[in-house]
């Protein structure tokens, strides 16, 4: 059945897709792009400080060494922030050794409290179970 022009665009202009224009897409960032780069430039650090932040950047290779080789240097807490979240996107997983060191470190800090201490969290392992968990050890299947 042949429609009338004005039938067929009005049945376009009810389309969805026809009634807005599509949006102009944001360029995806390139994985290849340096993420330090754009924080030190748009902060106005000198180029001498610029240049060894950023080979401290890509040196560390996880966010908490970046944080210790930041500490010390004299730039905006503001630059050091942003460098940080920059270098968490491309912190690795944790793994079972990560966890199994966390519980390691847990077991030595409990060694290492008064007797006191340490009967009071036996008193209270529901305390202890949630110091646990907050800190990724333990089967997921035990969790409270």
Do not use: Y
């Given at each position: 059945?042949?429609?009338?022009?004005?039938?067929?665009?009005?049945?376009?202009?009810?389309?969805?897709?026809?009634?807005?224009?599509?949006?102009?897409?944001?360029?995806?960032?390139?994985?290849?792009?340096?993420?330090?780069?754009?924080?030190?430039?748009?902060?106005?650090?000198?180029?001498?400080?610029?240049?060894?932040?950023?080979?401290?950047?890509?040196?560390?290779?996880?966010?908490?060494?970046?944080?210790?080789?930041?500490?010390?240097?004299?730039?905006?807490?503001?630059?050091?922030?942003?460098?940080?979240?920059?270098?968490?996107?491309?912190?690795?997983?944790?793994?079972?050794?990560?966890?199994?060191?966390?519980?390691?470190?847990?077991?030595?800090?409990?060694?290492?409290?008064?007797?006191?201490?340490?009967?009071?969290?036996?008193?209270?392992?529901?305390?202890?179970a949630a110091v646990m968990k907050i800190i990724g050890v333990g089967h997921k299947g035990n969790e409270e």
């Amino acid at each position: 059945m042949l429609h009338s022009p004005r039938i067929v665009q009005s049945m376009i202009a009810r389309r969805p897709d026809a009634e807005t224009p599509a949006a102009p897409q944001q360029p995806t960032p390139s994985p290849f792009a340096d993420p330090a780069e754009p924080i030190l430039r748009n902060h106005g650090i000198d180029v001498d400080t610029a240049a060894s932040v950023w080979d401290i950047f890509h040196a560390a290779r996880t966010s908490k060494q970046l944080i210790e080789k930041l500490q010390p240097l004299d730039i905006p807490d503001a630059v050091k922030h942003e460098l940080v979240v920059a270098k968490q996107k491309t912190d690795p997983k944790p793994d079972w050794r990560d966890r199994v060191e966390r519980a390691v470190q847990v077991v030595k800090t409990v060694a290492a409290l008064p007797r006191e201490h340490v009967e009071t969290s036996e008193r209270h392992p529901k305390v202890l179970a949630a110091v646990m968990k907050i800190i990724g050890v333990g089967h997921k299947g035990n969790e409270e």
